[in-house]
């Protein structure tokens, strides 16, 4: 009787729970392979408050820190790295970044992590799958650096952005024959460059003068100086104060001195 009433105990259990998938050890390692990466620097997202992206604008101002973290780690531009997850994830609004947190259409190839299958340039090809979308960010760093085919993207300048973009197509990342131009449009439309030298001035700021190299940002529809203020680490008080704001009342089309 009680090994009969110890089998209806498990019986129960067992019905009760959910089935747990566990990854692989391979999975596992190539997990931990991107998140210690990404772990060794850290960057401007915050995985539990991921806000809601509107826009291309709201994109911009919430990836921005992240792509010049991977600037200034793995000289790739942050204006290449922001317009390829603007174009690849459709503003963050695709079901690749959605799903799966992928903002840059990479693919499996030899990745042993999750995955997500999705038509491309034939159907349900696989992607690699993400916990969170700062690890796409950095395993787009990790791709390109680790690939023999694009080691001549680091011959170019790191302020070149158009060769950038005409030498992604040319190592074979993209098959759209327009992918140059339109990473290069987003660049320009936004003014994606100002990243660039976001990260080239405050690394030769000993070297500027007022006259040549004082910058600057024009503000845009959604912009707020709480906005301006993280996305180029400077404090809302300062922001007031160098230029002669009595408030924080912003017009679009308004130049802003960000650092002298």
Same mark, same amino acid.
């Given at each position: 009787?009680?090994?009969?009433?110890?089998?209806?105990?498990?019986?129960?259990?067992?019905?009760?729970?959910?089935?747990?998938?566990?990854n692989?050890?391979?999975?596992?390692?190539?997990?931990?392979?991107?998140?210690?990466?990404?772990n060794?620097?850290?960057?401007?997202?915050?995985?539990?408050?991921?806000?809601?992206?509107?826009?291309?604008?709201?994109?911009?101002?919430?990836?921005?820190?992240?792509?010049?973290?991977?600037?200034?780690?793995?000289?790739?531009?942050?204006?290449?790295?922001?317009?390829?997850?603007?174009?690849e994830?459709?503003?963050?609004?695709?079901?690749?970044?959605?799903?799966?947190?992928n903002?840059?259409?990479?693919?499996?190839?030899?990745?042993?992590?999750?995955?997500?299958?999705?038509d491309?340039? @034939?159907?349900?090809?696989?992607?690699?799958?993400?916990?969170?979308? @700062?690890?796409?960010?950095? *395993?787009?760093?990790?791709?390109? $650096?680790? %690939?023999?085919?694009?080691s001549?993207?680091?011959?170019?300048?790191?302020?070149?952005?158009?060769?950038?973009?005409?030498?992604?197509?040319?190592a074979?990342?993209? $098959?759209?024959?327009?992918?140059?131009?339109?990473?290069?449009?987003?660049? @320009?439309?936004?003014?994606?460059?100002i990243?660039d030298?976001?990260?080239?001035?405050?690394?030769? %700021?000993?070297? %500027?003068?007022?006259?040549?190299?004082?910058?600057?940002?024009?503000?845009?529809?959604?912009? $707020?100086?709480?906005?301006?203020?993280?996305?180029?680490?400077?404090?809302?008080?300062?922001?007031?104060?160098?230029?002669?704001?009595? *408030?924080?009342?912003?017009?679009?089309?308004?130049?802003?001195?960000?650092?002298?």
């Amino acid at each position: 009787m009680i090994k009969f009433r110890i089998l209806i105990v498990l019986f129960i259990f067992s019905c009760g729970t959910k089935k747990v998938i566990i990854n692989s050890p391979a999975e596992n390692d190539n997990i931990q392979r991107v998140d210690k990466k990404v772990n060794s620097k850290s960057t401007n997202v915050n995985n539990n408050s991921l806000p809601i992206i509107n826009n291309v604008n709201d994109y911009i101002d919430y990836f921005s820190g992240v792509a010049m973290d991977e600037m200034r780690t793995y000289k790739i531009p942050a204006s290449i790295t922001l317009a390829q997850g603007i174009l690849e994830s459709g503003s963050g609004k695709g079901r690749l970044s959605v799903e799966a947190n992928n903002h840059f259409g990479i693919k499996c190839h030899d990745w042993k992590g999750p995955k997500i299958f999705h038509d491309d340039d @034939e159907a349900q090809e696989c992607f690699r799958k993400y916990s969170a979308p @700062e690890y796409s960010y950095r *395993d787009h760093s990790i791709f390109l $650096t680790s %690939r023999s085919r694009y080691s001549g993207l680091f011959d170019l300048s790191i302020s070149d952005y158009k060769n950038w973009a005409k030498g992604l197509k040319k190592a074979g990342y993209a $098959t759209d024959k327009n992918y140059p131009n339109k990473l290069i449009n987003l660049i @320009e439309n936004y003014k994606l460059f100002i990243f660039d030298e976001i990260v080239l001035n405050k690394k030769n %700021r000993k070297n %500027r003068s007022l006259r040549d190299n004082t910058l600057k940002h024009e503000v845009i529809k959604g912009d $707020t100086l709480y906005s301006i203020s993280k996305k180029y680490n400077i404090s809302i008080k300062e922001l007031l104060k160098i230029n002669k704001l009595k *408030d924080r009342t912003l017009i679009i089309g308004q130049l802003l001195i960000i650092d002298k």
